[in-house]
């Protein structure tokens, strides 16, 4: 399997954690680092992480098998690959935010309502607020449609993956954590560990 991991990136100091989570993977991969250096003290804005996602995406081919987002200062937990099931089109890894900061404890997203199972139909428990870019796509799904991220919309994320949800029933939501997020941020150069 072939997996073409996207990160937008403001080149923050964890981009290395990112990528070596992707590599202590040991999968066939292509990582698409995406984004232009920016001064440090530079505070980014919406349209540059959707700027960024878009021009990974415009790389795409129909060579690899899955799609990954990872912000840059995210990481994915062990075993995540494991996970990517050609038997769905859309695999949401479920997320915990960082537990670091003491004042705030982790969150795990999606929330599983009572009749959540792993293999979800039609997105159950999926909404805006729910989900984030913690999300797998089968490229052959992805290629087929060629969606955008969207810049204009409050949670282009969500768009993105609610434009997805609405063309196939085939989606996975893991049991476990396999998305690990700190509290910050994408538009701070520093995450800060503040909602």
């Not at 075993?79 to 670091?100: H, P, T, Y």
Request: hydrophobic share 30%; charged share 25%; net charge positive.
């Amino acid at each position: 399997m072939k997996i073409d991991y996207i990160i937008p990136t403001l080149y923050r100091d964890t981009l290395d954690r990112s990528v070596a989570s992707i590599k202590q993977e040991g999968t066939n991969h292509n990582i698409l680092i995406c984004g232009q250096r920016k001064p440090k003290d530079y505070v980014g804005n919406p349209s540059d992480a959707v700027t960024n996602v878009n021009e990974g995406l415009s790389k795409i081919r129909i060579d690899s098998d899955w799609v990954v987002f990872l912000d840059d200062d995210d990481y994915l937990n062990k075993g995540f690959s494991k996970q990517l099931d050609n038997n769905f089109d859309i695999v949401v890894l479920r997320m915990s935010q960082d537990g670091s900061n003491p004042q705030y404890p982790p969150k795990v997203i999606p929330r599983r309502c009572s009749k959540c199972t792993e293999a979800t139909s039609k997105g159950c428990c999926l909404h805006s607020g729910n989900v984030g870019i913690n999300f797998a796509i089968k490229t052959s799904f992805y290629l087929k449609h060629k969606w955008l991220f969207t810049s204009s919309v409050k949670n282009p994320d969500w768009n993105f993956l609610e434009r997805a949800i609405n063309e196939t029933n085939k989606i996975k939501v893991t049991k476990d954590i396999y998305y690990v997020a700190p509290m910050g941020g994408y538009y701070k150069s520093t995450v800060t560990g503040k909602r």
